[in-house]
């Protein structure tokens, strides 16, 4: 559009496969980025004080409801490739006395999105038990539970969170490598299999543009301005975020809601513990060693019934290490 090459991370990517000085490039952004961003700016943040990093923490300025970090942003740091994890280790307890302990939600969104469009087949399979992705890749591609290979249970991964954000065809086709008419047939098939989801996107959309906002299940509200906008692209912005606002937004209500109770928990209790790091749907403590197996109890109680009343099982994951990286 502007007349000069584009270099993005998106349009690299797609030329990476079939040019090695492109993936090259990646590699090299990649761990300049690592190196600006963490390695070099993260130790000149420690407070002189105290030997410690504070970030700010924004209440109400992600429009989801999440909170956002800044000054540093410790919500980005990398845990997806093998060199942003090892910037993960260089958060540590306060001392020797302590360790951390990381708590997350597990597929906090897609079991929000079973409990909202009351799908039969996504519920069953959480009340089941069953691995999600899994169950929902022996329904896309009509094979056994027991049959699933690898490649089916990672493009089914892939459609379950790119369908929430809205994603079409094409998108989902350059996710996952494979041509647009095959991605098509995946979305169709998808949606065949668990029309209580479809049922929910219409008619979230529907309200969308009769009401002018959606809600959480906590009951607050996002104004879509744009919903009934003539300018398609603005249109079709505000519906995307019609269907995702109530599910990213009640994991995000869920999680502070989660995280008052655990304070008041801790303060109860003369807890020397304390809540240190919100990414997301991740909870970090730094727990005093002997208060390990009393913290654990009311950190996993306060997240799982930080919304009571749910039908869909919420399963929350624990770990403890004496760093982020082995905790998480």
């Known amino acids: 559009s502007t007349g000069q090459y584009s270099t993005d991370v998106e349009k690299l990517t ?94 906090i969104e897609l079991r929000i999105i079973a409990e909202i469009s009351k799908d039969e087949a996504m519920l069953s399979a959480f009340i089941e ?24 249970r990672r493009n089914a991964k892939t459609v379950n969170f790119s369908i929430t954000y809205g994603a079409g065809a094409t998108n989902l086709s350059r996710q996952l490598g494979i041509p647009r008419s ?5 979305i169709a098939n998808y949606f065949k299999q668990f029309n209580g989801l479809k049922r929910y996107m219409d008619e979230t959309v529907e309200f969308a543009r009769e009401h002018g906002y959606v ?26 975020i019609a269907v995702n606002t109530p599910i990213q937004g009640t994991a995000a209500d869920m999680i502070k809601k989660a995280m008052i109770l655990i304070h008041n928990a801790f303060g109860e209790q003369n807890f020397k513990s304390k809540l240190i790091l919100q990414v997301h749907d ?9 208060e390990l197996e009393a913290v654990k109890t009311v950190v996993k109680d306060c997240m799982q019934n930080a919304l009571p009343g749910l039908t869909v099982p919420i399963l929350v994951e624990m770990g403890v290490g004496d760093n982020w990286l082995e905790a998480h």
């Open 14 to 107: 797609e030329l990476a496969f079939d040019y090695k000085i492109v993936a090259d490039i990646l590699e090299h952004r990649k761990f300049s980025k690592l190196k600006s961003t963490y390695v070099d700016a993260l130790p000149l943040m420690i407070n002189e004080r105290d030997g410690r990093i504070h970030s700010n923490f924004n209440q109400a300025r992600a429009a989801t409801g999440r909170l956002s970090s800044e000054n540093p942003n410790l919500q980005n740091i990398p845990i997806k490739n093998d060199a942003g994890r090892e910037i993960r280790k260089a958060f540590v307890p306060r001392n020797e006395d302590y360790v951390l302990l990381a708590a997350d939600y597990s597929q």
């Open 129 to 152: 038990g069953n691995d999600f992705h899994k169950a929902t890749a022996a329904k896309v591609y009509n094979v056994p539970y027991e049959e699933v290979n690898a490649t089916q």
């Open 182 to 186: 095959e991605s098509t047939d995946l």
């Open 215 to 240: 809600q959480t299940l906590m009951g607050r509200k996002r104004v879509l301005r744009d919903i009934n906008s003539r300018n398609a692209l603005a249109r079709t912005g505000a519906e995307r």
């Open 282 to 290: 991740e909870l970090v403590f730094d727990v005093y060693k002997p």
